[in-house]
């Protein structure tokens, strides 16, 4: 299969590479990789500035089909044909102090898909079932992709912080979990302020204003422009498709029958570059 591989430490030494295929251990689910988004620590393994273990299947975002289900493995809501997402989390070793209390991140002896484990940006992943969730009816595939970065915006707006309702929230930074930080605090009923410098403007009109119906007003301040979301905002914060809209890097695996068709995306090859080529 072709997957994306960080094939040695340093900048660049990233490629487009055929490798073996993973096989379906016992209590894991092999998927049929749809969608990818790349996330900045896929940008940091570009340019070298992340320890990664090589040579490494880069991607942690990911949504797809399930293509086999292990030995042992019963699920009432997974079979083949299924559409899923994923957790990131290759092994846990469900004993220690930190994942007893479910601060899976913390497990000293964690492997991540993508990082420390063979990862997403490829036509299959194998990934323990526990890690593996089906999609609902009203959430896509592409929307799918990104229930990781929203889980990070969830756990800082809702777990992580006081009720909100009410409230007005600033968030500096209108990147991709940014944006999905805004999208949680305007759900729970804050009054959202979204600063960033004049080089996001253009970019939040692109992709909030033409995809999503939303009018944002700029405003020239001290930290630079700032947009506040119109009430229109409230129809896209309860659509889960819209979520798919907020990254600026999504890599699109189209499924054709089973099998993913690359043809729409160009990498350089190991033998030609040292460095990937933008699709």
Same mark, same amino acid.
């Given at each position: 299969?072709?997957?994306?591989?960080?094939?040695?430490?340093?900048?660049?030494?990233?490629?487009?590479?055929?490798?073996?295929?993973?096989?379906?251990?016992?209590?894991?689910?092999?998927?049929?990789?749809?969608?990818?988004?790349?996330?900045?620590?896929?940008?940091?393994?570009?340019?070298?500035?992340?320890?990664?273990?090589?040579?490494?299947?880069?991607?942690?975002?990911?949504?797809?089909?399930?293509?086999?289900?292990?030995?042992?493995?019963?699920?009432?809501?997974?079979?083949?044909?299924?559409?899923?997402?994923?957790?990131?989390?290759?092994?846990?070793?469900?004993?220690?102090?930190?994942?007893?209390?479910?601060?899976?991140?913390?497990?000293?002896?964690?492997?991540?898909?993508?990082?420390?484990?063979? @990862? !997403?940006?490829?036509?299959?992943?194998?990934?323990?079932?526990? $890690? &593996?969730? #089906?999609?609902?009816?009203? =959430? *896509?595939?592409?929307?799918?992709?990104?229930?990781?970065?929203?889980?990070?915006?969830?756990?800082?707006?809702?777990?992580?912080?006081?009720?909100?309702?009410?409230?007005?929230?600033?968030?500096?930074?209108? @990147? !991709?979990?940014?944006?999905?930080?805004?999208?949680?605090?305007? $759900? &729970?009923? #804050?009054?959202?302020?979204? =600063? *960033?410098?004049?080089?996001?403007?253009?970019?939040?009109?692109?992709?909030?204003?033409?995809?999503?119906?939303?009018?944002?007003?700029?405003?020239?301040?001290?930290?630079?422009?700032?947009?506040?979301?119109?009430?229109?905002?409230?129809?896209?914060?309860?659509?889960?498709?819209? $979520?798919?809209?907020?990254?600026?890097?999504?890599?699109?695996?189209?499924?054709?029958?089973?099998?993913?068709?690359?043809?729409?995306?160009?990498?350089?090859?190991?033998?030609?570059?040292?460095?990937?080529?933008?699709?």
């Amino acid at each position: 299969m072709r997957a994306l591989v960080k094939y040695e430490s340093g900048p660049g030494n990233v490629a487009l590479c055929e490798i073996a295929s993973p096989a379906t251990q016992p209590g894991h689910v092999l998927i049929d990789v749809a969608y990818g988004a790349v996330c900045g620590t896929d940008r940091l393994a570009v340019e070298g500035g992340h320890d990664f273990h090589v040579p490494r299947t880069l991607g942690h975002e990911a949504s797809g089909v399930v293509a086999a289900l292990g030995a042992g493995l019963r699920r009432d809501d997974l079979q083949v044909g299924t559409r899923v997402t994923v957790e990131t989390d290759a092994y846990l070793c469900m004993r220690c102090e930190y994942c007893l209390r479910e601060e899976y991140n913390r497990c000293p002896s964690r492997r991540g898909i993508g990082t420390t484990a063979d @990862g !997403a940006l490829a036509e299959q992943l194998s990934i323990p079932e526990r $890690a &593996v969730h #089906a999609l609902p009816d009203s =959430v *896509g595939l592409l929307a799918g992709a990104l229930t990781e970065p929203l889980a990070i915006a969830v756990h800082a707006v809702i777990e992580q912080s006081p009720s909100l309702a009410g409230q007005v929230v600033v968030v500096i930074g209108p @990147g !991709a979990i940014g944006q999905l930080c805004a999208q949680v605090a305007h $759900a &729970v009923g #804050a009054t959202v302020v979204l =600063v *960033g410098r004049s080089r996001h403007l253009e970019t939040l009109r692109r992709l909030l204003i033409s995809a999503s119906r939303i009018s944002l007003t700029a405003r020239p301040g001290t930290f630079g422009p700032w947009w506040m979301p119109s009430p229109k905002a409230t129809a896209l914060i309860r659509s889960s498709s819209a $979520a798919a809209q907020m990254t600026c890097s999504i890599l699109r695996f189209r499924c054709c029958a089973g099998a993913v068709d690359w043809s729409r995306w160009h990498f350089a090859d190991r033998r030609e570059s040292r460095s990937t080529t933008s699709g």
